[in-house]
């Protein structure tokens, strides 16, 4: 599909379900196959990608900003067609779990299958200040846009997450 | 009777449109689905008035999934706050096959499914039945809590259909919440035709005629002066001319003994003898298909022909003058 957006789309919307492995490994190089067939090149194609963040202000803003994170994780994480991301962080067995949990309507639960080690592969960590900053050194050189949201910090430091990502 | 007006499809000058139109005293706006898609409009129909109901008249049923479509009920209906009327309309086989590609089964079987699967989808989100509908044409057996809507407070819209056989018909009796009889259509067709197939569905379902909302939109030639008067004339030659030429409505045509006229105005229709073809239609025709003289009889004609069965009109009144445009539409909320 990444192949296709690269022949016969003007950009991709990169899953938020995709591990920066993922997006270096698999998705640019498809989108290069894309390119190559249609004669494009990649400047004339916009990537976007929204990113999972994980911020708060306080220890109680960040764990419950974890759990929603985890959760929604696990929730696309029960979808046989992402398997191929689990499996570029060395999980693709979780697939098989989650999907059978799913199936019995465990969603909470499901969410504390989701590691630290497997969030951070998903997702920006930390304190509000440092969020635009990790998400331009992991991915400034490959996205174009984003539309991550930032949990539920205040206006203003939301809006200098954005000024910063923006400059 | 309620009277409902279309609204053009220019998303542009639809606020300023139904600001008037809600002003003028007018019931509802209605689309139709031309060269736009008929739901936008309602959105911003919706925003900008208070009190009009909003429709799609008609949108294509068969060019959308009932899924998609119960998601476009839903939002424009707890968006208006319950003002949305689903109408829903077949289109003819060569538009759902050529210009949606889209599959086409027996149309009334096919529509039947549709509107029973859309009701079995807000049943999932309003009443928390499972959704569980496996039809011939469509199987919808996936629901999870994230696909769910939660502003259920105004519940589904109303479903109404459009229908000129007497298959489509039934099916509208049986399953929806109204009917639009098309415009194309006789007294003596509606009679014969319309009105006993609309009770056989009414009885399969086992509901009543009362709050089955009956639709009917007339041709109406009129005209505040002899020039408009024979503009207005030879506007409505040529829709009932262009309706005539198509092969499903000519029991409609049989209806007046009119039959064979189908034939030849599908042949001229062919050669693009469009504007020949209105001169084929008799002012007997006109009057079979609709009520024609001054401003000031129409309401009432169309109150003593059509006011026994018709709960609401978008008929066009094309009469320049406004005072007796307001009033024609007055005469008719009146009566």
């Known amino acids: 599909m990444t192949e296709v957006a690269g022949e016969v789309a003007d950009g991709v919307i990169a899953h938020a379900f ?8 698999t998705t ?46 696990a929730f696309y994480g029960s979808t046989p067609a992402y398997r191929p991301v689990l499996e570029s962080i060395g999980v693709g067995e979780l697939q098989d779990e989650l999907n059978t ?67 | 009777m ?6 053009n499809l220019d998303l542009h000058d639809i606020p300023q449109a139904v600001k008037d139109i809600e002003a003028q005293g007018y019931d509802g706006v209605r689309t139709a689905e031309m060269n736009h898609d008929p739901f936008f409009p309602l959105l911003l129909a919706a925003e900008h008035s208070e009190k009009l109901e909003i429709a799609s008249s008609i949108a294509v049923a068969f060019a959308r999934s009932p899924m998609n479509l119960a998601n476009i009920g839903h939002d424009l209906n707890a968006y208006s706050k319950g003002r949305f009327t689903m109408g829903l309309g077949s289109q003819i086989k060569p538009h759902i096959t050529k210009r949606f590609s889209m599959p086409w089964g027996g149309p009334a079987a096919q529509m039947r499914e549709l509107i029973l699967a859309m009701r079995a989808i807000w049943a999932n989100w309003y009443e928390g039945e499972p959704l569980q509908f496996v039809g011939e044409h469509y199987q919808h057996t996936l629901m999870t809590p994230a696909f769910t809507p939660k502003d259920i407070e105004y519940g589904a819209p109303k479903v109404v259909l459009a229908a000129v056989g007497p298959k489509m018909t039934e099916v509208a009796g049986e399953v929806a919440d109204g009917m639009i009889i098309h415009p194309f259509s006789t007294q003596a067709y ?109 309401a009432p004609e169309m109150l003593r022909r059509y006011g026994g069965f018709v709960d609401r009109t978008s008929a066009s009144f094309p009469v320049s003058n406004e005072a007796q445009r307001t009033a024609i539409i007055e005469a008719l909320r009146a009566g």
Do not use: H
């Open chain 1, 18 to 25: 995709t591990t920066e492995k993922y997006l270096r490994e």
């Open chain 1, 28 to 73: 640019l190089p498809a989108l290069e196959r894309g390119f190559a067939k249609a004669g494009k090149s990649r400047s004339d194609f916009e990537i976007s990608y929204p990113a999972f963040v994980v911020t708060g202000q306080t220890e109680e803003e960040m764990r419950e900003a974890e759990i929603a994170t985890c959760k929604q994780i």
């Open chain 1, 101 to 167: 949990m799913s199936k019995q309507g465990r969603w909470d639960e499901m969410g504390e299958l989701i590691t630290p080690d497997i969030m951070k592969e998903f997702a920006v960590i930390g304190e509000p200040e440092t969020i635009a900053g990790q998400m331009k050194a992991r991915y400034g050189d490959i996205v174009d846009r984003t539309s991550a949201a930032y949990a539920s910090i205040p206006k203003d430091k939301r809006l200098e997450i954005i000024r910063q990502l923006s400059a």
């Open chain 2, 2 to 7: 309620k009277v409902d007006t279309g609204i």
């Open chain 2, 190 to 298: 509606i009679d014969s035709v319309t009105l006993p197939a609309i009770e056989a569905g009414l009885a399969k379902a086992g509901k009543s005629r009362e709050g089955f909302e009956l639709s009917y939109s007339c041709f109406v030639v009129t005209g505040r002066n002899e020039e408009e008067f024979a503009a207005s004339k030879v506007a409505t030659q040529e829709r009932i001319a262009f309706y005539g030429s198509t092969p499903a409505y000519k029991g409609v045509l049989d209806s007046i003994g009119m039959g064979d006229l189908q034939g030849e105005l599908n042949t001229m229709s062919k050669q693009g003898r469009w504007k020949e073809m209105g001169t084929l239609i008799t002012d007997d025709m006109i009057n079979a298909f609709g009520v024609m003289g001054e401003p000031e009889e129409i």
